[in-house]
């Protein structure tokens, strides 16, 4: 992906329907700071102070795991015990339909009540406010003067729009800065690894490498480039495109999958080799974690990079136009999104407590149904059966299974062990992943109004922070793309 143009810029004004009166509203505010041109002399001023504070106030990292209060981990010790494997996998299996599914079949399909409101007036004010920081920073995000200011400017309308409690801005800005370097370093690494990676692919790695630098705060670790972390990030949408190729026989598929299982519990040194580029390049991959993370010493990484493959091997009846029933694609949704999560978990501990699975496991289900909402026009076009296009073919709307999902990631479940207000940046980013992960919901919603029920298009309106035919284009995640790999964030 590059980056937007100014055309771009105003191009997306278009599509999310600002006027010339809107145009009129911010080349007002530019007058105004021409008129107290003087005030921002005082500003100048000021600079160096605050880069001083924003330099030098580093986080307090926590020497917590990611569930501090079971950092023995006593729980995961059985789970890796001489039953190996398949114990893992079954009590894997056990906890998603105990822990997951038993929450995702009770949450009603209505959107909750008690989600944030949001009015008009504020909707129209919160739209102002992201399209004049994107103005800001379009033209003055290249001044280290106004870098800084830009930054903070930005935090503070991240925070209002998704209503996130407070947490020190020093602290967050200092971990997005590592963030933004790791995520720069990643795209660099996947340019050199395979450069066939569409912006697709390279945007899904790049977001579960975001959720693997949260990990590593909440691990108390350095946020950084990992090499084993860098390979697991490559390998999950090289081998998830892989596999949902539908020009790829189901044959074919199974033959891989049958050939990946064995270079993950046996070594690639063990099996046989890779028949062609993608599979030499899984090898490659699989090779660098089990470089970092040893079989003997950490069994449940590997154990937990098989369960992915395992689920993947169900995933292939979802393809080539299959029919499936709903028990079987929640099942497959929970394993598949559970232990994509578990294994980046895996990755940056080398073991994980049970309140630890708990947790990945439940937010991996609502990530996967996130994903499959996202995907849900390209799915039903090639065939693929999800739980949403499965409500497509039987003629229905989208609005239960929306509404289900808000339930789903509303749930405290979805926050683990967590204080919101409590100020520390590890509950900060508990909380900012789940208000995230509700409004990209809300924007593949606005996306597929098609879909829905014009009670339901008004109900989640009045949730929205942004007006859902305006919501509809801001694709929020490849824009914070786009910005962080330009160096600005």
Same mark, same amino acid.
């Given at each position: 992906?590059?980056?937007?143009?100014?055309?771009?810029?105003?191009?997306?004004?278009?599509?999310?329907?600002?006027?010339?009166?809107?145009?009129?509203?911010?080349?007002?505010?530019?007058?105004? +700071?021409? &008129? =107290?041109?003087?005030? *921002?002399? $005082?500003? @100048?001023?000021?600079?160096?102070?605050?880069? /001083?504070?924003?330099? !030098?106030?580093?986080?307090?990292?926590?020497?917590?795991?990611?569930?501090?209060?079971?950092?023995?981990?006593?729980?995961?010790?059985?789970?890796?015990?001489?039953?190996?494997?398949?114990?893992?996998?079954?009590?894997?299996?056990?906890?998603?339909?105990?822990?997951?599914?038993?929450?995702?079949?009770?949450?009603?399909?209505?959107?909750?009540?008690?989600?944030?409101?949001?009015?008009?007036?504020?909707?129209?004010?919160?739209?102002?406010?992201?399209?004049?920081?994107?103005?800001?920073?379009?033209?003055?995000?290249? +001044?280290? &003067? =106004?870098?800084?200011? *830009?930054? $903070?400017? @930005?935090?503070?309308?991240?925070?209002?729009? /998704?209503?996130?409690? !407070?947490?020190?801005?020093?602290?967050?800005?200092?971990?997005?800065?590592?963030?933004?370097?790791?995520?720069?370093?990643?795209?660099?690494?996947?340019?050199?690894?395979?450069?066939?990676?569409?912006?697709?692919?390279?945007?899904?790695?790049?977001?579960?490498?975001?959720?693997?630098?949260?990990?590593?705060?909440?691990?108390?670790?350095?946020?950084?480039?990992?090499?084993?972390?860098?390979?697991?990030?490559?390998?999950?949408?090289?081998?998830?495109?892989?596999?949902?190729?539908?020009?790829?026989?189901?044959?074919?598929?199974?033959? =891989?999958?049958?050939? *990946?299982?064995?270079?993950?519990?046996?070594?690639?040194?063990?099996?046989?080799?890779?028949?062609?580029?993608?599979?030499?390049?899984?090898?490659?991959?699989?090779?660098?974690?089990?470089?970092?993370?040893?079989?003997?010493?950490?069994?449940?990484?590997?154990?937990?990079?098989?369960?992915?493959?395992?689920?993947?091997?169900?995933?292939?009846?979802?393809?080539?136009?299959?029919?499936?029933?709903?028990?079987?694609?929640?099942?497959?949704?929970?394993?598949?999104?559970?232990?994509?999560?578990?294994?980046?978990?895996?990755?940056?501990?080398?073991?994980?407590?049970?309140?630890?699975?708990?947790?990945?496991?439940?937010?991996?289900?609502?990530?996967?149904? *996130?994903?499959?909402?996202?995907?849900?026009?390209?799915?039903?076009?090639?065939?693929?059966?999800?739980?949403?296009?499965?409500?497509?073919?039987?003629?229905?709307?989208?609005?239960?299974?929306?509404?289900?999902?808000?339930?789903?990631?509303?749930?405290?479940?979805?926050?683990?062990?967590?204080?919101?207000?409590?100020?520390?940046?590890?509950?900060?980013?508990?909380?900012?992943?789940?208000?995230?992960?509700?409004?990209?919901?809300?924007?593949?919603?606005?996306?597929l109004q098609e879909f829905l029920s014009p009670e339901c298009r008004r109900v989640l309106e009045e949730v929205s922070p942004v007006a859902l035919n305006r919501l509809k284009d801001f694709r929020f995640e490849s824009r914070l793309y786009d910005i962080v790999c330009a160096a600005?964030?």
């Amino acid at each position: 992906m590059t980056r937007m143009s100014d055309d771009g810029f105003f191009e997306w004004n278009s599509r999310i329907g600002i006027d010339t009166d809107d145009l009129g509203v911010y080349m007002l505010h530019w007058c105004l +700071l021409a &008129g =107290f041109f003087p005030i *921002l002399i $005082v500003y @100048g001023l000021a600079l160096p102070l605050l880069w /001083l504070s924003v330099k !030098f106030h580093r986080p307090q990292q926590s020497s917590s795991a990611l569930c501090p209060r079971h950092q023995d981990s006593l729980g995961s010790q059985a789970a890796c015990n001489a039953n190996g494997f398949d114990q893992f996998y079954r009590s894997l299996s056990e906890d998603c339909e105990r822990n997951c599914l038993s929450f995702w079949r009770s949450c009603p399909p209505v959107v909750p009540h008690h989600l944030d409101g949001f009015s008009t007036k504020e909707q129209a004010a919160n739209l102002r406010a992201v399209v004049f920081w994107h103005y800001l920073h379009l033209w003055f995000g290249s +001044l280290p &003067g =106004f870098r800084d200011l *830009l930054r $903070v400017k @930005g935090f503070q309308v991240w925070s209002s729009v /998704l209503r996130i409690p !407070f947490c020190d801005v020093a602290v967050v800005l200092d971990f997005f800065d590592s963030m933004a370097l790791t995520t720069r370093t990643f795209v660099k690494s996947a340019e050199t690894v395979e450069c066939s990676f569409n912006a697709a692919s390279v945007l899904g790695a790049v977001r579960l490498l975001w959720f693997c630098c949260a990990l590593q705060c909440f691990a108390g670790q350095r946020i950084g480039p990992d090499r084993a972390l860098t390979a697991y990030c490559l390998i999950y949408p090289l081998t998830d495109n892989y596999l949902d190729d539908p020009d790829m026989s189901r044959e074919k598929k199974k033959r =891989f999958n049958k050939q *990946l299982e064995a270079w993950i519990r046996k070594g690639t040194d063990n099996a046989d080799s890779p028949e062609d580029r993608t599979e030499a390049l899984v090898c490659t991959m699989l090779d660098a974690m089990a470089e970092a993370w040893p079989r003997g010493p950490y069994p449940q990484v590997h154990y937990s990079l098989n369960a992915i493959h395992t689920a993947q091997t169900l995933s292939v009846d979802q393809t080539g136009g299959s029919q499936c029933s709903e028990s079987f694609l929640e099942q497959v949704s929970a394993m598949k999104g559970g232990a994509s999560l578990v294994a980046a978990g895996c990755l940056v501990k080398g073991e994980l407590s049970p309140e630890d699975l708990q947790w990945l496991q439940y937010l991996g289900l609502g990530f996967q149904l *996130l994903d499959d909402l996202q995907d849900l026009r390209s799915d039903h076009e090639e065939g693929r059966c999800t739980l949403f296009t499965l409500r497509v073919q039987e003629g229905g709307t989208m609005d239960g299974r929306i509404g289900q999902l808000l339930q789903y990631i509303a749930h405290p479940q979805a926050l683990g062990l967590c204080s919101p207000d409590s100020g520390d940046l590890s509950d900060y980013l508990k909380v900012a992943i789940a208000r995230l992960t509700t409004f990209l919901v809300l924007e593949a919603a606005a996306q597929l109004q098609e879909f829905l029920s014009p009670e339901c298009r008004r109900v989640l309106e009045e949730v929205s922070p942004v007006a859902l035919n305006r919501l509809k284009d801001f694709r929020f995640e490849s824009r914070l793309y786009d910005i962080v790999c330009a160096a600005k964030l």
